[in-house]
């Protein structure tokens, strides 16, 4: 009992001593306690967050640790580890709004996990400020680098090897592009230069009643098509056209004064004002209009030299309407019993017509003559002749006009010969303006001397007269397309046919010489042909069985064997009416 009572007195003592010491080291230790009381009490609520999110997490699927994910106007951006493997870290993607390299890391949540603690889809508007001038500044230097590696005349040798259409798409690159390609030192490269290809246009056409203005384009080489909206042309209708390098030239037409845009006569206007299109840079200009207005006026185009007198003269033929004939030596009230004139205009008529149908004179010669030596000055001048029409009342015209392109001015030249007739056609070919008349005429004007002349051909081709001739140019030949009736293929008893010919000036002889057949019977009486150095392109519509219809056509002179093909067939007409057959214009340019 003794030993016991010791005992537990001793094991009191013990504890004293023990509360003493623990007692005087938390008083020691005073400050660490509260610092070990905040954490745990931060610890604590932690738990509780986490215990929470833990259950949301498992009844929704998502966390909302930090920003809502799906919240309205942002949340989370999260790039999860993809790796099969949980410890590989190289395949993790990251998210789009990652920030890493630039200095900071804005996470929340597990490591793992990689959740951006951005908006969804600030990040991008808050740097898209700051960084639009970078872009600019390395768009400017990439285009400097570009500059310096290729030099601006290596760059205009490339793109003048474009074709058009491909050209109109480099300039919208960059302004440096749209300044070079539209330079007319740039325009005049390609002009002389091998690359350029046939573009057909066809204008004056009306739909649902109504003349638009539009102009349909034919790039020939690639077979596809292309409208303009011509606001300039809208309400206008025939009007003449000639193309003159890579420009087109619109002369006179009519306008309706009672509804402006269709085609009415019954009230109207006729216009003297010529414009002019560039196809190039798809502009349009004024220039000087003709002293008489007119409407469907035959138009002939030629390039001359700075020095031909082509507006010199012209005042003293003004009255000179007497017939000149290429056949007649002397006036029909003389007698000739002997013919000695006739005789001696015949033996003599190679040399006669070899030195009125010759190139002109070398001051004046055309310019597809002209040597290689020769400066870029002389390409800057051409005349284009407005003969025939009809005028402010309907009236139809022999007078005509010639516009000088270097002083912008309109003259009158001479008249037509007396008892010429109606001009339905017109083409210049080596220097000399030629015309052909619905009595079966043809006529020469010489653009240097300023005269008409009258030439007598043989045999004049026989024709159907609803049918009007057309006169083309190719290569300093001279052709014509005319209707004729075939007698049955001379096939008892099989119908006869109406066909359409082409046939052949010769310039020595004067002599029609049939070279070719078009395939297409001729439905249309107001076809259109034009030509472009070798080829001749025909235009034909016509309505049939209630539709209209189109066939575009192509020739090439320089064969033997002179063939037409078809190169588009119904591809314009068909929203077009019927009144584009008759008021319908071509013209084709070498772009």
């Known amino acids: 009992m003794t030993m016991l009572v010791a005992f537990i007195l001793e094991m009191f003592a013990?504890?004293?001593?023990?509360?003493?010491?623990?007692?005087?080291?938390?008083?020691?230790?005073?400050?660490?306690?509260?610092?070990?009381?905040?954490?745990?009490?931060?610890?604590?609520?932690?738990?509780i967050h986490r215990s929470a999110g833990d259950e949301e997490e498992t009844?929704?699927?998502?966390?909302?640790?930090?920003?809502?994910?799906?919240?309205?106007?942002?949340?989370?951006?999260?790039?999860?580890?993809?790796?099969?493997?949980?410890?590989?870290?190289?395949?993790?993607?990251?998210?789009?709004?990652?920030?890493?390299?630039?200095?900071?890391?804005?996470?929340?949540?597990?490591?793992?996990?990689?959740?951006?603690?951005?908006?969804?889809?600030?990040?991008?508007?808050?740097?898209?400020?700051?960084?639009?001038?970078?872009?600019?500044?390395?768009?400017?230097?990439?285009?400097?680098?570009?500059?310096?590696?290729?030099?601006?005349?290596?760059?205009?040798?490339?793109?003048?090897?474009?074709p058009l259409s491909s050209l109109m798409n480099a300039r919208l690159v960059c302004k440096k592009w749209n300044y070079l390609t539209s330079t007319p030192q740039f325009m005049q490269m390609r002009r002389e230069s091998l690359y350029q290809t046939p573009w057909l246009f066809v204008l004056g056409s009306v739909k649902d009643n109504y003349c638009s203005g539009d102009v349909h384009v034919l790039d020939v080489a690639l077979n596809q098509w292309h409208t303009i909206h011509a606001e300039v042309l809208r309400g206008?209708?025939?009007?003449?056209?000639?193309?003159?390098?890579?420009?087109?030239?619109?002369?006179?037409?009519?306008?309706?004064?009672?509804?402006?845009?269709?085609?009415?006569?019954?009230?109207?206007?006729?216009?003297?004002?010529?414009?002019?299109?560039?196809?190039?840079?798809?502009?349009w200009r004024k220039v000087s209009s003709m002293k008489y207005?007119?409407?469907?006026?035959?138009?002939?185009?030629?390039?001359?030299?700075?020095?031909?007198?082509?507006?010199?003269?012209?005042?003293?033929?003004?009255?000179?309407?007497?017939?000149?004939s290429r056949l007649g030596g002397v006036s029909d009230i003389y007698e000739d019993p002997h013919r000695l004139s006739v005789r001696r205009q015949l033996r003599s008529l190679s040399d006669e017509n070899t030195g009125f149908l010759a190139p002109i004179k070398k001051q004046c010669r055309p310019l597809r003559h002209r040597s290689e030596n020769s400066s870029l000055r002389d390409c800057e001048r051409f005349v284009l002749i407005a003969i025939g029409g009809l005028g402010s009342w309907d009236e139809p015209l022999d007078s005509g006009e010639l516009y000088d392109s270097i002083s912008n001015k309109w003259i009158e030249i001479q008249k037509l010969p007396l008892?010429?007739?109606?001009?339905?056609?017109?083409?210049?070919?080596?220097?000399?303006?030629?015309?052909?008349?619905?009595?079966?005429?043809?006529?020469?004007?010489?653009?240097?001397?300023?005269?008409?002349?009258?030439?007598?051909?043989?045999?004049?081709?026989p024709r159907v007269h609803e049918y009007y001739?057309?006169?083309?140019?190719?290569?300093?030949?001279?052709?014509?397309?005319?209707?004729?009736?075939?007698?049955?293929?001379?096939?008892?008893?099989?119908r006869n046919k109406a066909i359409r010919k082409m046939w052949e000036l010769d310039l020595t002889y004067l002599a029609w010489t049939e070279v070719s057949v078009h395939p297409d019977a001729p439905m249309d009486w107001n076809a259109a042909f034009v030509a472009d150095n070798n080829l001749i392109f025909g235009v034909e519509m016509f309505k049939i069985f209630g539709q209209v219809l189109d066939f575009f056509t192509v020739c090439d002179v320089s064969d033997k064997v002179m063939k037409w093909s078809h190169i588009s067939r119904n591809r314009v007409a068909q929203e077009?009416?019927?009144?584009s057959c008759v008021t319908k214009t071509i013209v084709a340019v070498h772009l």
């Open 14 to 47: 013990d504890r004293n001593i023990v509360e003493d010491a623990l007692r005087r080291d938390l008083e020691s230790l005073s400050v660490s306690k509260k610092l070990v009381r905040s954490v745990s009490q931060k610890i604590r609520k932690k738990r």
């Open 59 to 162: 009844a929704n699927g998502f966390s909302l640790r930090c920003l809502t994910l799906y919240g309205r106007g942002g949340g989370c951006k999260v790039g999860a580890d993809t790796s099969e493997e949980p410890g590989d870290s190289s395949t993790r993607r990251r998210s789009s709004a990652s920030e890493e390299g630039k200095g900071y890391k804005p996470r929340c949540g597990a490591e793992e996990t990689g959740v951006d603690c951005f908006s969804y889809g600030r990040k991008d508007r808050f740097w898209k400020r700051s960084s639009r001038k970078d872009l600019e500044f390395e768009g400017l230097q990439r285009n400097n680098r570009m500059n310096h590696s290729l030099p601006d005349d290596v760059l205009e040798m490339c793109l003048m090897r474009l």
């Open 236 to 283: 206008r209708f025939m009007y003449s056209v000639a193309s003159m390098r890579d420009e087109i030239f619109v002369v006179g037409g009519c306008s309706s004064l009672t509804s402006f845009g269709r085609v009415d006569r019954s009230s109207f206007k006729t216009h003297k004002s010529m414009l002019v299109f560039s196809p190039s840079t798809k502009s």
């Open 293 to 324: 207005a007119r409407s469907s006026p035959v138009l002939g185009i030629s390039e001359v030299s700075l020095d031909c007198p082509v507006t010199h003269g012209q005042s003293n033929h003004q009255d000179r309407r007497f017939p000149r």
């Open 419 to 461: 008892d010429f007739g109606i001009v339905c056609s017109g083409v210049v070919c080596n220097g000399t303006f030629f015309v052909y008349s619905e009595s079966d005429k043809l006529a020469g004007y010489d653009i240097e001397r300023g005269y008409w002349t009258l030439i007598q051909t043989t045999p004049s081709p």
């Open 469 to 494: 001739p057309k006169l083309v140019s190719c290569k300093s030949r001279l052709f014509m397309l005319s209707v004729s009736w075939c007698e049955g293929d001379g096939q008892i008893g099989r």
């Open 576 to 579: 077009l009416d019927a009144s």
